[in-house]
């Protein structure tokens, strides 16, 4: 046991996250990185965030996050780590009956309670959603953009999930995929130098079957799969018009086949997912 213990790291408790946590909100609220760290958003940036307009894939993944929010009228809405607002904020705050934005950055939530001022339905905490701080619960729907990769432990996060929401209550997720082996690689190499690394856990295949098998996965989309590889289509001599023709195609099979082939889902970079409590 000594032996085990010694090759497999101790998975950090609720209070372990709590104290992370703490640094994750001093991070937020300073946006202080270091050079690896800033080198490694301004290539994601300049290089996945053009592919993912160009082919069209941000848009519609958006459109199906509404799709998938249906009629908010009658429900209480999260917005787990939501920051200053992230791009369907406004949208879930001015539609749904109740809506909580909550993230740890009282920086952010300062502003984004500004933006909503004028919807009496909608306020704006910051809080650890780990906390006993954070007393709200029977959401109808939590809408996590890019938030629950920020977890190491995941069956704490789960519970805390499922402890939150109503029955049949709905998790729509956007997060970040570690289970292509390029990518892996990559990030295998930067995560020594990375500043936030402490809050980065992109999902393996372990995390999205803890997923899977807690909740029902009602649909599902992988992105950034083939459609990655559009960075080295960009350095061939073809024309703006031949390259966005063939980034879409790509981005179309990635979407169609992650809906059905854990093969295909496993070689992408983001999942999006529609979850349900069971």
């Known amino acids: 046991m000594q032996i085990l213990s010694s090759i497999i790291p101790e998975m950090k408790t609720t209070k372990d996250i709590l104290e992370t946590n703490k640094k994750q909100k001093e991070f937020y609220n300073t946006k202080k990185k270091n050079w690896a760290t800033r080198l490694w958003s301004r290539l994601r940036e300049k290089t996945l965030k053009g592919i993912r307009q160009n082919s069209g894939m941000q848009q519609q ?18 917005d787990l780590g939501c920051y200053a607002g992230n791009t369907l904020s406004l949208y879930l705050a001015e539609n ?18 500004k933006r ?13 959603f780990l906390s006993e701080e954070f007393q709200e619960t029977h959401f109808d729907l939590i809408y996590a953009y890019g938030v629950l990769h920020h977890f190491e432990n995941t069956t704490v996060l789960i519970e805390r999930l499922q402890e939150k929401l109503t029955a049949q209550g709905t998790i729509i997720s956007y997060d970040p995929l570690e289970t292509s082996l390029p990518i892996k690689m990559l990030r295998t190499l930067y995560r020594p130098f990375q500043s936030d690394a402490a809050w980065e856990w992109p999902f393996t295949k ?5 997923f899977a098998k807690a909740f029902h996965i009602e649909e599902r989309r992988g992105i950034l799969g083939k459609s990655k590889w559009i960075v080295l289509i960009n350095l061939l001599p073809l024309s703006a018009a031949k390259k966005k023709q063939i980034a879409q195609k790509w981005h179309q099979q990635d979407w169609n086949e992650s809906a059905v082939s854990d093969k295909s889902l496993f070689k992408c970079m983001h999942v999006t997912m529609k979850m349900r409590k069971r």
């Open 61 to 78: 993944y958006y459109e199906l996050h509404k799709k998938w929010f249906g009629d908010l009228s009658t429900k209480k809405v999260l």
């Open 96 to 113: 749904a009956q109740s809506y909580v934005g909550l993230d740890l950055s009282d920086v952010a939530i300062e502003k984004l309670n």
């Open 206 to 210: 372990k995390t999205y079957h803890q």
């Open 116 to 128: 909503l001022d004028h919807l009496p339905n909608a306020k704006a905490i910051a809080a650890d």
